[in-house]
């Protein structure tokens, strides 16, 4: 896909969510409206790996990897996240009484939302490459040795909650209105839904602001000197101010997807439900990305 075509559909893409967003805005059901979009984004970006695949060999997905990300997928987008949803606001309840609202205008909320989730994200990921015990939660996530679309909602169950709760409870706890959240979500749901996606995209200059496929391919690398960027979530800000942005122009994609050597004693993406027991394995944390 050109360059051009590239910039104006992610563009388009964000400006389409932010129309859904200015539109519904008072519709009861505004919440469902976006994950609906999701849900059609989702299905978008399965048609374009076939149309434009930037790897044809990670299209040949087995298919027990397909089971486990698709186990994945009703796991984390099915239940967990409307699950967090309803219960973080009585964590907050629970830790201290809601502070009254920080008076600012949404916009400026809004810009609140965008740095804190964005920091707060970029943290707990340098963390959990850190430190072998949130390592043992995270490697799932990296087990997969081709990125495709389905795979970004591989995550062990755990670590979403934990980056659930980074991302959000202080926002709330200061006061921040849901409806900030709400925008950030909607906004950055293009770059994150195709941030694993296997489309021969580029982004250009893009690729400065948004932690794209381009970057993120990247992270998935099985080196080290290349596995510990771009860190950040839906933007790259947080990798710049930490020096830890990577975008070679030498090559489109590293020379291998998955997990480093050191931890290849993991269970492979074929076994789903070994992945999700393995942080409770008394050996587990032993050996760290």
């Known amino acids: 896909m050109t360059r051009l075509l590239s910039q104006a559909l992610l563009i388009t893409l964000i400006a389409g969510m932010s129309a859904l967003l200015i539109v519904f805005w008072t519709h009861p059901a505004r919440e469902a409206l976006v994950a609906g979009a999701a849900l059609i984004l989702i299905a978008f970006s399965l048609v374009l790996e076939r149309l434009w695949p930037h790897d044809p060999a990670w299209a040949d997905v087995p298919r027990a990897e397909v089971a486990g990300?698709?186990?994945?997928?009703?796991?984390?987008?099915g239940i967990l996240d409307g699950t967090l949803k309803w219960l973080t606001p009585f964590v907050v309840l629970a830790l201290a009484p809601l502070p009254d609202s920080p008076g600012l205008p949404l916009w400026q909320q809004v810009?609140?939302?965008f740095l804190w989730i964005e920091f707060a994200a970029w943290a707990s990921h340098w963390a959990h490459h850190r430190y072998r015990p949130l390592w043992a939660l995270h490697a799932m996530h990296?087990?997969?040795?081709?990125l495709y679309t389905l795979n970004n909602f591989r995550f062990h169950p755990f670590n979403h909650v934990l980056n659930h709760l980074?991302?959000?409870l202080p926002l709330l706890w200061v006061g921040v209105a849901a409806e900030a959240i709400l925008v950030y979500t909607a906004l950055m749901l293009p770059v994150l839904l195709l941030q694993h996606s296997n489309i021969a995209f580029d982004f250009g200059r893009l690729n400065l602001l948004f932690n794209t496929n381009d970057l993120h391919r990247w992270h998935h690398s099985t080196e080290p000197a290349e596995g510990m960027k771009n860190l950040g979530?839906?933007?790259?800000?947080?990798?710049?101010v930490f020096c830890t942005y990577l975008r070679p122009a030498a090559s489109s994609s590293p020379a291998g997807i998955g997990l480093f050597p050191v931890s290849r004693s993991f269970p492979p993406a074929s076994k789903f439900w070994a992945q999700l027991g393995w942080p409770f394995n008394p050996g587990c944390c032993r050996s760290a990305r």
């Open 233 to 240: 979530r839906a933007l790259v800000l947080w990798d710049h």
């Open 69 to 77: 990300d698709i186990g994945s997928f009703v796991l984390i987008f």
């Open 166 to 168: 980074a991302m959000i």
């Open 142 to 146: 990296h087990s997969t040795e081709r």
């Open 111 to 113: 810009l609140l939302a």
